[in-house]
């Protein structure tokens, strides 16, 4: 399993409803989180074969700008 990290500009509580939907659709995601940190929030999600740029794509699809800060 692995764990992405994003740095997300999730600001208003339609945007986290609208994540919240997307995530719990995806099949390769089996678990995620937020949590805000001083001026950002932090998205982590785990999972397999989770790919980065189509999860970047998607979020951005739905107002949310994304950068991946990590990996394992």
Do not use: R
């Not at 989180?33 to 740029?53: E, P």
């Not at 189509?54 to 949310?64: M, R, Y």
């Amino acid at each position: 399993m692995e764990t992405l990290k994003f740095e997300t500009s999730v600001g208003a509580p339609s945007q986290l409803e609208k994540l919240s939907h997307y995530l719990d659709e995806v099949p390769s995601v089996v678990d995620w989180c937020m949590d805000y940190f001083s001026n950002h929030f932090l998205l982590s999600l785990k999972g397999i074969n989770i790919k980065a740029l189509d999860i970047i794509k998607a979020l951005e699809s739905l107002g949310i700008d994304a950068t991946q800060v990590y990996e394992e």
